[in-house]
């Protein structure tokens, strides 16, 4: 397999985004950099306040995580859908109740800080390159 069918990535995948699928709920989600210029113009601006303690190593892990957080649900996160009883995807978040909540930033950045597994497997899936190049490989080999 030649290295650009191992690491060339389709930029459509990577800003409009790949669904992440988990059985009851699936995320569609953008890669976190590649080309998703949004991700690093977000965390850029997120982190300008902190840019000293970056730099010093003195920023508060807590803050490092709410501005990820913060950073990832507005510029990864794309949709959210949850399964329905006849199978059918609706637009939403199941809440902790089991309530259906709107996909908004708010409630992405709330499942987050609830389930931070969740969010770190998200975070994981939006940075593998593999992922973001299936068309590409699906094109190589004819199918």
């Known amino acids: 397999m030649s290295m650009y069918a191992q690491f060339q990535t389709d930029e459509t995948l990577e800003t409009k985004g790949v669904i992440i699928d988990y059985g009851q709920f699936r995320v569609t989600l953008a890669r976190a950099g590649g080309a998703n210029k949004k991700y690093s113009k977000v965390m850029e601006s997120k982190a300008k306040p902190f840019r000293r303690a970056i730099q010093t190593e003195t920023l508060d892990n807590d803050v490092a995580m709410k501005m990820l957080r913060e950073s990832f649900a507005e510029a990864c996160v794309l949709n959210w859908e949850v399964k329905q009883d006849d199978d059918e995807w609706v637009r939403g978040i199941e809440g902790k109740d089991g309530d259906l909540l709107d996909f908004n930033r708010d409630n992405v950045i709330a499942t987050?800080?609830?389930?931070?597994?969740?969010?770190?497997?998200?975070?994981?899936?939006?940075?593998k390159v593999s992922i973001y190049r299936e068309e590409i490989l699906e094109q190589d080999s004819g199918n």
């Open 112 to 127: 987050f800080e609830n389930l931070p597994d969740l969010f770190s497997d998200l975070q994981e899936q939006a940075n």
